[in-house]
């Protein structure tokens, strides 16, 4: 599984940060290490990329493919041209009013694949989006890519999303997401050893989704028009979001379990807790969690932030989860596992469960801990042959 704790540590920071760090776009260093020792090619593995425009509402003129991110034969970033060859990044690429053009029209597409590397596809209707290159902390080229939740940013005015993918010795490992914001209903289908699709809107989804959200008394603040959608998260840090939302279902959960045991299912086995001294305490060796905030909530951080050590993360993995789809409360034994009650409680991530709604496979990827269970808009397999990925119907 993608490890979207990874990814997230760039991809909350502002838009005058670079978004993608040393690490890629949800990749792991083993992944690096692993990759590091391959051919070195042009494009080794080299996997055909189709895309299909079923949008009805832009012709393929007016979709802009980008494909940026690390490749993990350098480990540098790097940029994919129309002929699926990756290119280095460079400062002297920002010529365009201070933006670089790694643009790909839609209709020039047809023989792109994807080098080994973990990063992004980035799909814009109607316009150019604003990718630019400045030096890291080490002096190194890095990508500074579009921020959709910042309104002054270059690209918040063109219609744009994302599939986020690693592809490397061991496969092709990618999703759709909506941890940062939503614009552009997308689909992804996989082919190799096995056939899968995921992130499918269902007809007129998006409207559904657009509609729900505006018409809702705390979620409707993150509806920009018909433009996106911004997370909550990010809503928050910008101040439009109330921070103490979660605040009386925290305080129900903490008073819960201070009578109660909370017992957490993971691979490496059952752990029970208790609140005590205003923290989850629980046995086996995993870290005490703080009272979290809304903001540690919403971002999946903070006092739920998941180190990768398999004891601390995948608890605090699935307790984000639970106090995101609001069952915490309700299920003692976690993960919950029937998505028919997530989203249930007066108080909950209803950004997310609004997206589960609507896809034809009741997943998607609305916070970081959403492939908790199993329930994310993610694929993967060793032996791929293609990447399709569908602008739906709007």
């Given amino acids: 599984m993608i490890d979207r704790r990874l990814f997230l540590g760039s991809a909350s920071l502002a838009a005058t940060v670079p978004l993608l760090g040393a690490a890629g776009c949800a990749t792991?260093?083993?992944?690096?290490?692993?990759a590091s020792s391959s051919s070195g090619t042009a494009n080794p593995g080299a996997l055909p990329v189709g895309f299909a425009n079923e949008s009805g509402r832009f012709s393929d003129d007016d979709v802009l493919v980008y494909v940026v991110g690390t490749d993990l034969t350098t480990g540098g970033h790097c940029r994919v041209d129309a002929a699926g060859t990756p290119h280095p990044v460079s400062e002297s690429d920002n010529t365009d009013d201070g933006y670089t053009d790694y643009s790909i029209p839609l209709s020039e597409a047809s023989g792109l694949t994807l080098p080994y590397m973990s990063g992004r596809i980035y799909l814009a209707l109607g316009g150019k989006l604003g990718i630019r290159i400045v030096a890291d902390g080490n002096g190194n080229p890095a990508l500074q890519l579009p921020a959709g939740w910042v309104e002054d940013d270059h690209g918040f005015d063109i219609l744009h999303d994302t599939v986020e993918?690693?592809?490397?010795?061991?496969?092709m490992f990618c999703n759709t997401s909506m941890v940062d914001q939503f614009s552009v209903p997308i689909g992804i289908r996989l082919?190799?050893?096995a056939d899968q699709t995921t992130g499918t809107f269902e007809p007129g989804g998006r409207r559904a989704v657009f509609d729900t959200l505006a018409a809702d008394p705390d979620f409707g603040v993150l509806v920009h028009d018909d433009l996106r959608i911004i997370a909550p998260g990010h809503a928050l840090d910008s101040g439009i979001f109330p921070a103490d939302y979660f605040d009386p279902y925290v305080d129900r959960v903490w008073s819960h379990y201070a009578a109660n045991d909370l017992r957490v299912t993971t691979n490496a086995g059952t752990f029970t807790g208790r609140v005590r001294d205003g923290r989850l305490v629980f046995d086996g060796g995993v870290s005490p969690i703080a009272r979290p905030s809304t903001r540690d909530i919403l971002f999946c951080d903070g006092a739920l932030?998941?180190?990768?050590?398999g004891i601390t993360g995948p608890v605090a993995a699935i307790v984000g989860a639970a106090f995101n789809r609001g069952t915490l409360l309700s299920h003692a034994d976690q993960p919950a596992s029937d998505p028919e009650e997530f989203y249930a409680s007066d108080i909950s991530n209803r950004y997310a469960g609004v997206f589960h709604e609507h896809t034809v496979d009741g997943k998607a990827y609305g916070f970081a801990f959403d492939d908790v269970g199993d329930f994310a808009s993610y694929v993967q397999d060793h032996d791929p042959s293609a990447l399709h990925v569908t602008l739906t119907a709007f």
């Fill in 28 to 34: 792991s260093r083993a992944d690096l290490t692993a």
């Fill in 191 to 193: 082919t190799g050893a």
């Fill in 305 to 309: 932030n998941a180190p990768n050590d």
């Fill in 165 to 171: 993918f690693t592809h490397n010795e061991d496969g």
